[in-house]
């Protein structure tokens, strides 16, 4: 038996320390804040309540596989988990709107065909086909393994471009974007762009900068369904952190780490303000830049130069109490498409102001949890924004003047819900840091095959170069996303092994 000692409450923390104390491991986590969950949190007032970070899981058979394991029972158990049908429902500039099933490529082949006119779900399938061979290609070195010691084929980009003809040949390749992969293969058509770069935009990916291959995160939501957790996400934190507590994992809330103990060449444990924890393994689920930069695991073997931070973009949300009840027929999850999406990835690459009319998404769940009753409806809007080291959203004003403007774009396009808010509370990339230590206030990124930072590029190996620090969580392979954190603490678990 090890003692281990993990960094961090997020999900990452709770699903390794569920996961290793199941294998027999003594194990303590140490969280600064007040509370588990992380990115996964949580906002209550007058009977309304939200999430306050994602609203939705895809990959559902991450925390299924941790429910398994961890409890030999199904994740249906823990939580009730129903597909979000339809999909999602997207409204675009020119006043066009279309409706997209769950799960069904065929049904989404047929909305596209009625919207946008015929071919062009033909069209829309292929890239999707190509995205499967990305997902096919990509699937075990970047979701389900450890990074391998020569990540270097991990670099390019799989998508599987169409061979150049005729003087094309003579050039010099030049990588294709998701914007390529528009222009090329969908004919520039607005709408299908829109559609394909919104679920990489949604993770911080300028489409413009996003590799190619990013065409795989359409794929997978189109083809292996979007869920939603009945009560709100945050019940899913709740489900791990009781699992946690019957596997007598001790938590210490309220208890930042201040160093990771390194003696005689490995990790020792680590200190906190209340003193040292001793330690025969440390599991990090902090920002990798962070610990490493901010030298609480100082190591002269590193060079600092790969653990220089990432200024990736953040999360803008506005939580909205509405009076009246839900109306009859709304959809789930809805996208209200930026009115400009050049200026859009300009804001978020090019650390310009936020974008005027972005792409919100609108989330709107039919949950008697989060209304106080069904005279009454809770909803949450969400935008990526640049990450406070780009825009000072603390600035007198600021941030609620932004909101206005969000809440104006999506009534524009028909939604009605300014006339109905009876309060707001609006959430910047300063809460996010605040609340979750992320640098900047960014939300990581998934990794992506054939990328470089900041657009995905290969995280931090889960085996540091410390012995006995691991590294999990949206800083560390295979990177940020629900399903991606929990990979990364069944990577891990797995590298350290049973007791």
């Known amino acids: 038996m090890a003692k281990i000692v ?3 409450a997020g999900m990452s923390g709770l699903a390794a320390a569920s996961r290793l104390a199941t294998l027999g491991h003594r194990v303590t986590v140490c969280e600064a804040g007040g509370t588990y969950g992380g990115m996964v949190g949580r906002y209550e007032r007058d009977g309304f309540a939200f999430d ?35 999909e999602s429902r997207h409204l675009f500039p020119d006043g066009t709107a279309v409706t997209l099933p769950n799960a069904s490529r065929g049904g989404v082949s047929q909305a596209l065909d009625a919207a946008f006119g015929e071919g062009s779900g033909a069209r829309w399938s292929e890239v999707m086909n190509r995205g499967r061979a990305v997902w096919e290609a990509t699937r075990r070195p970047l979701l389900e393994e450890p990074l391998p010691a020569d990540p270097a084929p991990l670099r390019t980009d799989p998508y599987p471009v169409p061979p150049r003809t005729g003087l094309a040949r003579l050039r010099k390749p030049v990588a294709w974007t998701l914007d390529t992969v528009a222009r090329r293969q969908l004919g520039g058509h607005p709408g299908l762009t829109a559609l394909l770069g919104e679920p990489a935009l949604r993770h911080g990916l300028p489409p413009g900068q996003a590799p190619a291959g990013a065409a795989v995160l359409a794929y997978m ?3 292996f369904g979007v869920w939603y957790v009945k009560g709100g996400l945050r019940a899913l934190a709740d489900a791990v952190y009781r699992r946690c507590e019957s596997r007598k994992v001790e938590f210490r809330f309220d208890t930042p780490v201040t160093r990771v103990v390194v003696e005689e060449g490995r990790a020792r444990g680590v200190e906190t303000a209340d003193g040292r924890i001793d330690a025969d393994l440390v599991v990090s689920a902090m920002d990798t830049a962070a610990l490493f930069r901010q030298g609480l695991a100082d190591w002269p073997g590193l060079r600092p130069e790969h653990w220089e931070p990432v200024e ?4 803008f949300s506005v939580l909205l109490a509405l009076r009246g009840p839900r109306p ?21 690459s090019l650390s310009e102001p936020p974008c005027e009319r972005p792409t919100v998404q609108v989330l709107r769940p039919d949950d008697p949890a989060l209304r106080p009753d069904d005279a009454h ?14 825009v000072d959203w603390t600035a007198p004003g600021f941030a609620d003047r932004y909101a206005d403007r969000l809440l104006a774009h999506v009534d524009a396009a028909g939604l009605g819900l300014r006339e ?18 992320a640098l900047f206030g960014a939300v990581a990124q998934p990794v992506l095959a054939g990328s470089l930072p900041p657009y995905s590029g290969l995280k931090a190996a889960n085996e540091s170069p410390v012995p006995g620090l691991y590294l999990i969580g949206g800083g560390a392979h295979p ?16 590298l350290i092994g049973p007791a």
């Open 221 to 223: 939501e189109q083809s």
């Open 420 to 437: 109905r808010m009876l309060w707001r509370v609006v959430r910047t990339p300063e809460d996010t840091r605040r609340e979750t230590g």
């Open 312 to 315: 990736v973009p953040g999360r």
């Open 52 to 86: 306050t970070g994602p609203g939705l899981l895809t990959l559902p058979a991450v925390y299924r596989d941790l429910a398994l394991k961890t409890g030999k029972e199904p994740l249906e158990q823990l939580v009730e988990l129903a597909p979000v049908d339809p």
């Open 479 to 494: 990177g940020g996303g629900l399903a991606r954190v929990g990979m990364s603490a069944c990577i891990t678990a797995g």
């Open 328 to 348: 009859e027929g709304t959809v789930h999850r809805t996208v209200v498409h930026a009115a400009d999406p050049a200026a859009e990835g300009n804001a978020l």
């Open 377 to 390: 409806e809770s909803v949450v809007l969400t935008a990526t924004v640049p990450a406070q080291d780009d």
């Open 6 to 8: 993990i960094i961090g």
